[in-house]
């Protein structure tokens, strides 16, 4: 009898350890992202569901994605940043590499990063875009600079395409009331039944030079039928779109320039 307790006793301890296990790297994973996130509160992010009009007419919308004009979701989130004098000076790029940086090399996608590089999945095709080969492919963390943008057709984790990039210079900032700096990222498969794109901005006021606003906008779409996508999961990636646009942002805010 007490033989067998102390088996029933030992098979439950390891059962126990078992669960703990998971439930202690979940812990461990959800700390990560709030100490990663918690410098951008959600309050100070202004979030819409409708897209610029500049991304409505782009070439990654309306050439690659979704040609068709077939229903679509959207999401546009939007954050000012004041800019300390020594940080003025800092280009539109190395905002947005840095921004890329901590969206796709934080803690937030950890997750999902580690499955993707582990499968190695091939889940983004586009006609319009070059095909996936090992030069144009990043699936180290380290890839990502800081200072500089992936070219165009480069692929991160087999996942998202670098679709376009604009970068205005500060010449071309100075001389017009507002500017805005962009790189897009395609997702999903022309000829499947999901495809979308992000695109990630730094905006500029020569009213306010002081000033940056850092906008997130995203788009997906069934572009072989026109079907509306699942609302679960829009509201699923709502929640997630959030969570990384904080660190994108947060990112910016760990430069030595701002955290000074």
């Known amino acids: 009898m007490a033989l067998g307790l102390r088996h029933i006793g030992g098979r439950h301890a390891l059962a126990l350890a078992a ?3 998971p439930c202690a790297l979940v812990v461990k994973h959800g700390w990560e992202v709030y100490t990663s996130i918690r410098a951008v509160y959600t309050r100070r992010v202004v979030s819409s569901s409708g897209l610029s009009e500049n991304f409505k007419q782009s070439h ?3 050439t690659l994605v979704n040609p068709r004009g ?3 979701s959207a999401d546009r989130l939007a954050l000012d940043l004041d800019l300390p004098k020594n940080a003025r000076d800092l280009s539109d790029e190395v905002l947005l590499a840095t921004f890329i940086h901590g969206f796709f090399a934080g803690k937030v996608l950890a997750i999902e990063r580690l499955l993707l590089q582990t499968a190695r999945p091939t889940l983004v095709s586009y006609t319009g875009l070059n095909p996936i080969s090992a030069s144009n492919q990043i699936w180290k963390t380290e890839e990502f600079s800081c200072e500089t943008l992936p070219p165009v057709h480069s692929v991160v984790f087999g996942t998202f395409q670098v679709s376009h990039v604009k970068l205005i210079d500060s ?7 507002e500017t805005e700096s962009s790189v897009d990222f395609v997702f ?3 000829i499947s039944q999901f495809a979308g794109a992000h695109r990630f901005s730094i ?9 940056v606003k850092v906008v997130y906008e995203s788009t997906a779409c069934n572009p072989t039928r026109n079907h509306h996508l699942s609302g679960i999961l829009l509201q699923f990636h709502s929640f997630y779109a959030m969570l990384l646009f904080r660190e ?6 760990r430069m030595p320039e701002l955290s000074a």
């Not at 905006?203 to 000033?211: F, G, L, M």
């Open 19 to 21: 669960a703990a296990i």
């Open 60 to 62: 990654t919308l309306k």
């Open 70 to 72: 077939h229903a679509s």
């Open 171 to 177: 010449k071309e900032s100075q001389a017009e009331p």
């Open 188 to 190: 999903g498969k022309d």
């Open 203 to 211: 905006v500029r006021s020569s009213e306010n030079p002081a000033r």
């Open 248 to 253: 994108g942002v947060s990112e910016i805010l």
